[in-house]
């Protein structure tokens, strides 16, 4: 027997709750997306704090929502991997501080799914949401055009592109992938909406405009990985398709086939720039550098089989299985599966991806069975329309075919929106009404005031602080890493010595676990020692203490360790300086910068100097580009 859906009511004070959260949503996903979409630390430290907010305001309303003590059942499917993930980055973790990083992404994700799944259930609020990711998509397809026509190498926050993305539009974002995979999400629910049976003139002009432009932006980003994963999710769509015979949607799927068949020949014939992207597939065979991180991480994920190396622990512990031809920093294995298998191990995965995996099989077979004229009429409007929630199915597909070449969750605006869409979609297909949900009738109105104010006090005290130490890490280390363009004796070199060693303070003052800022503060004591040298054992004294403390928190850093050896160096302890530097090769024993500091290291002794000679030669045949390999050289050359 066919159960009638109960249509979702709100009125009074809960509808107000209601569009407080909306506007806090739609705030913080505009100031993410805008802001490279979150991927800067800075902009992570405002979008953290208003995710903590918007949980806070939806734990406490809850005392005045007509769903009182009712959580929807889906959103507790987020519950466990993220408990495993904070227990696997608190004893597993052989990096914290980047584990937790890695974490409060994951609760971004999670928060968002969970507040708009329970509380943004009236259907101008949610309209208002799918708006506010619609005009981010236009507003995104401008600045993409601004970027491919007029200003190539722009970026927002007056950030400047990477040479390797000159002539890609990447839009708000850094990269173009992550711009791809924003159209990606929302193309699909654009174009049926302009093609809509049901829909007005007026909203065929104005979504059919909206879906070019999108599209137009999709193309400027030159994406491979996008545009297969479009494509393969465009294909499956027909065979989605409700009422049709099963021969009606093989034959859609092949139309749909031959059509983007098409559409990619007319691009490759009109587009020098699709050309060579496509032509270079066949000389990389597809891709040569991603290949190479799904290697390491599929080999730190078989040394961890069930709990992963830890949380965030990736990119460190690459340095162990990188080949003498890859010396590009990954950060992450630009595959989400395989990042979470690497990091958390089978448990981890069956915890998130095996989760999700089974909660869209439920929400497929939980949808009540009703004619569409029952839905339609219990809640009138597009949101009832099955074709719409199936748009929103093929986005999410193709997004989730994508996440097997990039690293998209890493990306708060893109966890975002993913997570909104996927909240409405499980609305969707998976009613709270009369659907049975969790009672917690322990909440009284105090306890969820209570947990509210507990957010806060965690956001304010842990987050903060921790995205505030990094901001000043992130902002000093860039500042060091441009030091090399100057000489000792330039005010500028000086100058920004000071500031930096101030901020670096300050964040190792705010965030004493965070061990990368205490190595750069090893490293740009180091450096003063360029002005002042008659210092120099006594900088390196300071600067040894510095890199003990990054060593404390984690041996398994390189950088760590060859931090440490420069100070003994500066303090003539050779033999420590060597034990520490032998550390750093076993941990990253194909690196550049590793063997150009241990020539470094063996210059310093005149018995060295042969093998501080081949040292910096093996440096430069990993990478012949090493400015700092190429400055050694020379001088060891013109040395006894």
């Given at each position: 027997?066919?159960?009638?859906?109960?249509?979702?009511?709100?009125?009074?004070?809960?509808?107000?709750?209601?569009?407080?959260?909306?506007?806090?949503?739609?705030?913080?996903?505009?100031?993410?997306?805008?802001?490279?979409?979150?991927?800067?630390?800075?902009?992570?430290?405002?979008?953290?704090?208003?995710?903590?907010?918007?949980?806070?305001?939806?734990?406490?309303?809850?005392?005045?929502?007509?769903?009182?003590?009712?959580?929807?059942?889906?959103?507790?499917?987020?519950?466990?991997?993220?408990?495993?993930a904070a227990a696997n980055v608190y004893?597993?973790?052989?990096?914290?501080?980047?584990?937790?990083?890695?974490?409060?992404?994951?609760?971004?994700?999670?928060?968002?799914?969970?507040?708009?799944?329970?509380?943004?259930?009236?259907?101008?609020?949610?309209?208002?949401?799918?708006?506010?990711?619609?005009?981010?998509?236009?507003?995104?397809?401008?600045?993409?055009?601004?970027?491919?026509?007029?200003?190539?190498?722009?970026?927002?926050?007056?950030?400047?592109?990477?040479?390797?993305?000159?002539?890609?539009?990447?839009?708000?974002?850094?990269?173009?992938?992550?711009?791809?995979?924003?159209?990606?999400?929302?193309?699909?629910?654009?174009?049926?909406?302009?093609?809509?049976r049901r829909a007005s003139a007026v909203?065929?002009?104005?979504?059919?405009?909206?879906?070019?432009?999108?599209?137009?932006?999709?193309?400027?980003?030159?994406?491979?990985?996008?545009?297969?994963?479009?494509?393969?999710?465009?294909?499956?769509?027909?065979?989605?398709?409700?009422?049709?015979?099963?021969?009606?949607?093989?034959?859609?799927?092949?139309?749909?086939?031959?059509?983007?068949?098409?559409?990619?020949?007319?691009?490759?014939?009109?587009?020098?720039?699709?050309?060579?992207?496509?032509?270079?597939?066949?000389?990389?065979?597809?891709?040569?550098?991603?290949?190479?991180?799904?290697?390491?991480?599929?080999?730190?994920?078989?040394?961890?089989?069930?709990?992963?190396?830890?949380?965030?622990?990736?990119?460190?512990?690459?340095?162990?299985?990188?080949?003498?031809?890859?010396?590009?920093?990954?950060?992450?294995?630009?595959?989400?599966?395989?990042?979470?298998?690497?990091?958390?191990?089978?448990?981890?995965?069956?915890?998130?991806?095996?989760?999700?995996?089974?909660?869209?099989?439920?929400?497929?077979?939980?949808?009540?069975?009703?004619?569409?004229s029952e839905v339609i009429a219990s809640?009138?409007?597009?949101?009832?329309?099955?074709?719409?929630?199936?748009?929103?199915?093929?986005?999410?597909?193709?997004?989730?075919?994508?996440?097997?070449?990039?690293?998209?969750?890493?990306?708060?605006?893109?966890?975002?929106?993913?997570?909104?869409?996927?909240?409405?979609?499980?609305?969707?297909?998976?009613?709270?009404?009369?659907?049975?949900?969790?009672?917690?009738?322990?909440?009284?109105?105090?306890?969820?005031?209570?947990?509210?104010?507990?957010?806060?006090?965690?956001?304010?005290?842990?987050?903060?602080?921790?995205?505030?130490?990094?901001?000043?890490?992130?902002?000093?280390?860039?500042?060091?890493?441009?030091?090399?363009?100057?000489?000792?004796?330039?005010?500028?070199?000086?100058?920004?010595?000071?500031?930096?060693?101030?901020?670096?303070?300050?964040?190792?003052?705010?965030?004493?676990?965070?061990?990368?800022?205490?190595?750069?503060?090893?490293?740009?004591?180091?450096?003063?020692?360029?002005?002042?040298?008659?210092?120099?054992?006594?900088?390196?004294?300071?600067?040894?203490?510095?890199?003990?403390?990054?060593?404390?928190?984690?041996?398994?850093?390189?950088?760590?360790?060859?931090?440490?050896?420069?100070?003994?160096?500066?303090?003539?302890?050779?033999?420590?300086?060597?034990?520490?530097?032998?550390?750093?090769?076993?941990?990253?024993?194909?690196?550049?910068?590793?063997?150009?500091?241990?020539?470094?290291?063996?210059?310093?002794?005149?018995?060295?100097?042969?093998?501080?000679?081949?040292?910096?030669?093996?440096?430069?045949?990993?990478?012949?580009?090493?400015?700092?390999?190429?400055?050694?050289?020379?001088?060891?050359?013109?040395?006894?």
């Amino acid at each position: 027997m066919s159960v009638r859906p109960v249509r979702t009511t709100t009125k009074g004070s809960g509808l107000v709750i209601e569009w407080i959260l909306v506007v806090m949503i739609g705030v913080n996903l505009a100031w993410t997306t805008i802001c490279l979409g979150g991927y800067r630390p800075e902009t992570m430290l405002i979008t953290s704090m208003l995710t903590a907010s918007t949980l806070a305001v939806h734990l406490a309303a809850r005392r005045w929502s007509d769903n009182g003590n009712r959580f929807h059942s889906a959103g507790w499917f987020c519950l466990p991997f993220l408990l495993y993930a904070a227990a696997n980055v608190y004893w597993i973790s052989p990096v914290r501080w980047l584990g937790w990083y890695d974490w409060i992404l994951w609760a971004n994700i999670a928060v968002t799914f969970w507040v708009v799944l329970n509380d943004i259930t009236h259907r101008r609020t949610r309209m208002s949401l799918l708006a506010c990711i619609s005009a981010l998509a236009f507003v995104a397809t401008l600045l993409a055009a601004y970027q491919k026509f007029e200003h190539p190498d722009w970026l927002m926050l007056g950030r400047v592109q990477s040479d390797q993305f000159i002539g890609r539009s990447s839009g708000p974002f850094g990269i173009p992938n992550s711009l791809a995979a924003f159209y990606l999400l929302i193309i699909p629910a654009i174009g049926f909406l302009a093609f809509r049976r049901r829909a007005s003139a007026v909203q065929r002009i104005i979504f059919g405009y909206l879906g070019l432009c999108c599209c137009f932006g999709l193309v400027l980003t030159v994406s491979r990985g996008g545009w297969l994963g479009f494509a393969v999710a465009l294909m499956i769509w027909p065979l989605f398709v409700r009422g049709g015979r099963w021969w009606l949607r093989l034959a859609g799927m092949a139309a749909v086939s031959v059509a983007i068949i098409a559409l990619g020949w007319i691009l490759y014939v009109a587009s020098p720039l699709v050309a060579a992207r496509i032509n270079s597939m066949p000389a990389e065979s597809g891709e040569w550098t991603r290949p190479i991180m799904w290697r390491g991480a599929w080999q730190i994920f078989q040394e961890h089989l069930w709990f992963g190396s830890g949380g965030g622990s990736y990119n460190m512990l690459f340095e162990k299985y990188r080949p003498a031809i890859y010396q590009m920093e990954p950060q992450w294995s630009h595959n989400d599966y395989l990042n979470t298998l690497s990091d958390y191990g089978l448990v981890g995965f069956a915890l998130s991806f095996g989760l999700v995996a089974s909660l869209i099989w439920v929400s497929l077979r939980r949808r009540i069975r009703t004619a569409e004229s029952e839905v339609i009429a219990s809640e009138p409007g597009v949101l009832a329309d099955p074709g719409l929630w199936t748009a929103v199915a093929v986005g999410l597909l193709a997004f989730s075919l994508q996440l097997f070449v990039d690293f998209h969750f890493k990306i708060p605006a893109l966890g975002m929106i993913f997570a909104i869409l996927a909240a409405l979609w499980v609305q969707y297909r998976w009613p709270s009404v009369p659907t049975p949900a969790v009672r917690l009738h322990w909440l009284t109105g105090s306890a969820k005031v209570a947990l509210a104010l507990g957010v806060i006090a965690g956001a304010w005290f842990g987050i903060y602080p921790f995205y505030q130490a990094e901001s000043l890490r992130y902002a000093s280390r860039q500042s060091l890493d441009k030091l090399w363009q100057y000489d000792s004796g330039e005010a500028i070199y000086r100058s920004t010595l000071v500031e930096v060693h101030s901020n670096l303070a300050r964040a190792c003052a705010m965030n004493p676990q965070n061990g990368q800022a205490w190595a750069d503060r090893a490293w740009a004591t180091a450096l003063w020692s360029h002005i002042e040298p008659e210092k120099s054992a006594e900088l390196g004294k300071e600067a040894a203490g510095y890199a003990d403390h990054a060593l404390n928190i984690s041996k398994v850093v390189p950088e760590f360790w060859v931090r440490r050896a420069v100070a003994n160096d500066m303090q003539g302890k050779w033999l420590n300086s060597g034990a520490d530097m032998i550390e750093a090769i076993l941990l990253s024993p194909a690196s550049s910068w590793v063997w150009f500091y241990q020539g470094y290291h063996l210059s310093l002794q005149p018995a060295g100097m042969a093998q501080a000679r081949a040292a910096v030669d093996y440096s430069l045949r990993l990478d012949p580009s090493n400015i700092t390999a190429q400055r050694l050289r020379q001088q060891l050359a013109t040395s006894q």
